[in-house]
């Protein structure tokens, strides 16, 4: 018992230089190299934190360090440690969709799943009862449509409110349908330049294209609408569904924008 505790002070004074230095996330790798100690007693020295609410694991052999402020929660705001965790996975990102819409200042609340976006391969979503983070696969993505935000932590990588918009149409039926999205996108539109947006189509898939620029002209936004149609002027459009997962395959044509009209929407 008395080894036991020694370990959970050595690490929770560590933990505490950590903080210091402006870091608030931990590896066991890098805990296993600070302490020459058996696994069992750096393991207890671990329980025994977490159970303190000192530290909190969000994947295997990566932990965040939790300050007094946050040990109500058991968990800090995920601003502060997915930069450091997607570093530790070795994986390219971007914080996207409702998550970057929000950093942006769109919508009425924070959504309750954070959503990051990578490359392929896919990753798991982590989901416990302090955390629920969403992973998005994409292709590929073009440096310049992300930006980098300053945080207390450092720097966090995010979608553009240009590209955020794309994800947004992109992605709806994972984040709750398109109902959900429209006004987001309508506080997302005065972000927006023309200009940009119509730069950002460049990578976008058409039907994409389409049902964003459908949907700007249905919320009057004509300036975003009419940059997204210029867009697409060299481009083979064929029609396509507003709902692609929608039950109903049928309805009115917008000519405008070739899509078939198959599901309401609530503007």
């Given at each position: 018992?008395?080894g ?26 890098e ?30 052999k ?7 402020q946050?040990s ?14 997607m570093k ?15 950093l942006?200042?769109?919508?009425h ?27 998005f ?17 450092g ?16 992605y ?8 959900r ?27 994409v ?5 459908y ?27 507003l709902?692609?997962?929608?039950k ?16 309401k929407?609530?503007?």
């Open positions: 018992m008395k036991q505790a020694v370990t959970y002070n050595y690490i929770s004074d560590y933990l505490f230089k950590v903080q210091a230095k402006g870091r608030n996330t931990i590896s066991l790798d805990l296993r190299s600070e302490f020459k100690v058996s696994e069992k007693a750096l393991q207890q020295g671990i329980f025994r934190l977490k159970i303190k609410n000192q530290l909190a694991q969000v994947r295997k990566f932990y965040v360090i939790i300050p007094p946050y109500h929660r058991g968990m800090i705001p995920y601003t502060l440690f997915v930069d450091d965790m530790h996975l070795k994986r390219e990102y971007y914080v996207g969709l409702l998550s970057a819409a929000a942006h200042g769109a919508g609340q924070q959504p309750m799943e954070f959503n990051i976006v990578i490359r392929k391969p896919t990753f798991r979503n982590i989901k416990n009862q302090k955390l629920s983070i969403a992973f696969t994409k292709g590929d993505w073009d440096p310049d449509q992300v930006s980098q935000r300053k945080t207390e932590a720097y966090l990588n995010i979608s553009t409110p240009e590209l955020t918009v794309f994800d947004l149409v992109c709806n039926q994972k984040i709750g349908g398109l109902n999205i429209i006004p987001i996108l309508e506080d997302l539109s005065e972000e927006i330049k023309p200009s940009v947006i119509a730069r950002t189509a460049k990578n976008q898939k058409s039907p294209i389409q049902r964003l620029g949907l700007f002209d249905e919320l009057g936004i004509k300036n975003l609408s009419e940059a997204l149609y210029k867009s697409m002027e060299k481009k083979k459009v064929k029609e396509v569904l709902s692609p997962l929608h109903n395959r049928s309805g009115v044509i917008n000519n405008r924008w070739k899509i078939i009209i198959n599901t929407l609530d503007i």
